[in-house]
């Protein structure tokens, strides 16, 4: 969505860093990274490069160091600069000429995004961290010093020298806790802040090499197929126009083996995952229009043993069953379910209530539960979900060990949209 003349991705490269030199706890309490995701770091990189992209990799510093002296050399290149990440640090970057993206949430940060999210301009961002600390990367600050406190010593004496200057002038626990952590916090503000001088001459002759080349489509192809990137390997197919071909031992969510590229397969794929650009207006109105007939049709409440046991037989006859629970929490732990929902086809779903504290008459949760164990635990019945996970662990709490899982749509949203946010509401609003 955003046009640049010049891009690059940055990684981690292997090895310590000069933080680890500096101080040996620095992220030690970082499990190893599984062995699972360690096989996916070479694919990755050989897809960004296939996709044409500079990609930078500098031995002895962090990727965020790397970010940093490039977005330092685009300043004073007088470039605009948009950098793609959800961590915090770099909030330090942020400049006139600076901005932060969090594609995962569509958050923008520029200097006023950083001051109403932080409390503090990007030049303070340091400073605000040296005091709190940073928990991700094992750097501890002023014990009992959370953001509004950083805020308030930031807003009264100015930066975090002055504050170490006039500690004797900060009463209370938190205060003595300061003038304990006086040693600690000028190594602690070297961790945190982010190098805008690295060395990156034998990486990168100048600012300029830094454009796209153009996408290598026969490499992409094979890394898709090999990988089963099923809706990208079509993509591509297309620019090479070709057909694509079933990809070797693939799998795609449901659990089925990935077919050759059709028609139809287009075509539910499109309804599934969401319009291309060029249909975008034809399909979304379309889709309006089926959803309009959809609300036409049947929803019921249930509030009585027959409804109940004519919901049973239809959950029992149908090929997919969408469910859901309501409870009072987001803590799997401690939830207790309110009502279910059940949905066998567009437009003809039912909720049944068993624990709503006012309203007209329901059924007792544990009737409910007890007519629906046998379908819950049933792998011949297949169900569909949104984060089904939590609602095993619910279904978990009542003994009812939930069964006949075929997909869950946000794991799906994760693997084929993993840069973008994965609740309902999102996927609502990108794909209805």
């Not at 640090?89 to 569509?106: C, E, F, G, P, R």
């Not at 961290?129 to 930031?154: E, F, H, Q, R, Y």
């Not at 059940?342 to 008459?361: D, F, K, Q, W």
Request: charge should be negative; charged fraction near 25%.
């Amino acid at each position: 969505e955003l046009k640049a003349d010049h891009i690059a991705c940055v990684f981690d490269a292997k090895g310590k860093t000069f933080r680890d030199e500096m101080y040996s706890e620095y992220k030690a309490h970082r499990s190893p990274m599984p062995e699972d995701l360690v096989k996916q770091i070479e694919p990755i990189h050989a897809m960004v490069k296939a996709l044409g992209w500079p990609v930078l990799m500098v031995s002895g510093v962090e990727a965020d160091d790397v970010i940093g002296t490039l977005a330092c050399q685009a300043t004073q290149a007088g470039w605009e600069t948009i950098i793609s990440t959800g961590d915090k640090d770099l909030a330090q970057l942020v400049n006139s000429s600076v901005t932060l993206i969090n594609t995962m949430t569509n958050e923008k940060l520029d200097i006023d995004g950083v001051i109403e999210k932080f409390g503090v301009p990007p030049e303070r961002i340091v400073d605000y961290l040296s005091i709190i600390g940073d928990t991700v990367d094992n750097v501890p600050g002023v014990p009992k010093a959370g953001p509004k406190t950083a805020n308030k010593w930031l807003a009264e004496f100015g930066d975090l020298d002055k504050l170490m200057a006039n500690a004797d002038q900060v009463k209370g626990v938190v205060g003595e806790n300061l003038r304990n952590s006086l040693e600690w916090l000028p190594q602690a503000r070297q961790l945190i802040t982010v190098k805008t001088d690295c060395d990156l001459s034998s990486h990168l002759p100048g600012l300029d090499d830094l454009h796209a080349k153009p996408e290598d489509a026969p490499l992409l192809r094979e890394l898709f197929e090999r990988y089963a990137f099923k809706t990208w390997l079509r993509d591509v197919e297309k620019q090479l126009g070709g057909v694509a071909p079933e990809a070797s031992g693939g799998f795609d969510l449901a659990g089925s083996p990935i077919k050759n590229s059709s028609e139809e397969d287009v075509k539910a794929d499109t309804k599934k995952f969401g319009p291309t650009a060029t249909e975008a207006t034809t399909a979304l109105s379309q889709e309006t229009m089926d959803l309009q007939g959809a609300i036409a049709k049947h929803y019921e409440c249930v509030v009585d043993e027959v409804a109940l046991d004519r919901w049973i037989k239809k959950i029992e006859g149908a090929e997919l069953t969408a469910v859901d629970t309501e409870t009072t929490s987001l803590d799997a732990l401690a939830a207790e379910i309110v009502g279910i929902s059940l949905c066998v086809t567009s437009g003809e779903a039912c909720y049944i209530p068993v624990a709503h504290r006012n309203g007209e008459a329901q059924l007792s949760r544990e009737l409910v539960l007890a007519r629906l164990k046998p379908w819950l635990e049933s792998a011949l019945y297949l169900k569909v979900g949104q984060n089904l996970k939590y609602d095993s662990h619910i279904f978990a709490n009542y003994n009812i060990t939930l069964q006949g899982i075929a997909f869950d749509t946000m794991l799906e949203s994760y693997v084929l949209e993993s840069h973008m946010p994965h609740n309902m509401d999102n996927l609502a609003e990108r794909h209805l």
